[in-house]
């Protein structure tokens, strides 16, 4: 990928957490090309540098699935800020979405072992309630093998 | 990654499923590794980090060992 492409692809990639931050939603492929400017080809290649950059998760279709902490479609976890609510990938991105929004938050999920209601809550960047854990299903070095799976 | 109640609850349910690699980590060492892994990524001049900062990141948070050893 030539620079200036590299460029619009990292300019793009602020554009779309910023549209995801102000309206709770991943924006398609069709509303990047309106909203930022371009062409789909142009839209699409610099989807895939970013996702081959493991900075997004792309679906089959090419369209955004995980802009991490955000996820395009519905999970188990859902985080509700002052700024807005947001789909989770995971329950570590349940925490990381108010860190990465620098605000609070709240995500109620169950245990899936003892179906407990768990209510994920992160204030001034501290997390309770204490004892609860995450279940990290592979090492560190494996977290993008499968991504879905991670 | 799912949220368990306790370390136990937790690894049980790992065992069942044969995820033998599996680490559960409490949220407030997540909430900590999160600062460092996740911040300043509104930023326009946000970009991947280096594999010397991710290290930095998971030691800063504490953690350690085989299952954090990024490659």
């Known amino acids: 990928m030539t620079a200036p492409t590299e460029a619009f692809a990292w300019r793009l990639r602020g554009h779309l957490y910023r549209r995801i931050r102000d309206t709770g939603a991943v924006p398609s492929r069709a509303e990047l090309a309106t909203d930022f400017g371009g062409a789909d080809t142009e839209i699409h290649r610099a989807l895939r540098f970013l996702a081959d950059a493991c900075v997004l998760a792309l679906d089959e279709h090419g369209e955004v699935w995980m802009a991490h902490p955000f996820s395009a479609v519905p999970t188990p976890y859902r985080v509700e800020t002052p700024a807005g609510a947001y789909w989770a990938n995971c329950a570590w991105d349940a925490i990381a979405i108010p860190v990465t929004l620098d605000t609070d938050g709240r995500t109620s999920s169950r245990c899936p072992h003892s179906g407990a209601v768990i209510d994920l809550v992160v204030t001034g960047g501290r997390v309770e309630p204490g004892g609860t854990v995450v279940l990290l299903p592979v090492p560190a070095r494996r977290f993008w093998d499968d991504i879905g799976f991670t | ?71």
């Open chain 2, 1 to 71: 990654m799912l949220a368990f109640r306790s370390e136990g609850d937790a690894m049980a349910w790992a065992a069942v499923r044969g995820l033998e690699s599996a680490a559960a980590v409490g949220i407030g060492t997540l909430g900590e590794l999160s600062r460092g892994w996740y911040g300043g990524r509104m930023s326009d001049d946000w970009r991947p980090l280096s594999p010397a900062a991710k290290k930095a990141a998971v030691r800063s948070a504490g953690l350690s060992g085989e299952f954090w050893e990024l490659g």
